[in-house]
């Protein structure tokens, strides 16, 4: 059981969900809304942004973390993403390797489907096993 309440993990998975909303993917027509709990116990959540210039575009838990860092946020306690998938939606690698920058190996990631259900959890470490953080730039 994860040590954030269910309340929270609810107002998470609901954040992620009114993100996806709002997410402006034209050309994979795939929309992802994330959203993250920071330090404060603050939420901030944002979606996939893509870019006619395909390659140019960045993924929901980007534009969630960059939120976070905006107001000042600097740890993330747990993700929720969502989308509407056959499978649920697990953030891509390049997002596990941001989301580590700020998150613990025990960080759960909650991947959340049609209103805001949750429909998977899992944690960054067994999503980004052995990754390379801030600590191992330490000589
Ligand atoms: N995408 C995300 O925003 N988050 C993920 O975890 C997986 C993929 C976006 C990137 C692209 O805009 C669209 O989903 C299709 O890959």
Redesign the pocket.
Same mark, same amino acid.
């Given at each position: 059981m994860s040590r954030i309440d269910e309340p929270t993990r609810n107002a998470l998975a609901a954040a992620a969900w009114a993100a996806r909303a709002q997410?402006y %993917?034209p050309?994979?027509r795939? %929309?992802?809304g %994330?959203a993250v709990l920071d330090e404060q116990g603050r939420i901030h959540a944002g979606?996939?942004?893509?870019n006619a210039a395909y390659p140019q575009?960045? &993924?929901?838990? $980007?534009s969630a973390l960059a939120a976070m860092v905006g107001a000042g946020g600097r740890r993330v306690q747990a993700v929720a993403?969502c %989308?509407e998938s056959a499978r649920p939606? $697990?953030? &891509?690698g390049g &997002?596990r390797q941001k989301l580590r920058e700020f998150a613990a190996d025990d960080c759960p990631v909650w991947a959340v489907g049609r209103d805001a259900v949750i429909r998977a959890v899992h944690t960054l470490g067994a999503l980004l096993p052995a990754g390379f953080g801030p600590d191992q730039l330490t000589p």
């Open positions: 997410a %993917a050309y994979s795939f %929309a992802v %994330a979606g996939n942004v893509e575009g960045w &993924c929901a838990e $980007t993403v %989308a939606v $697990t953030p &891509c &997002c």
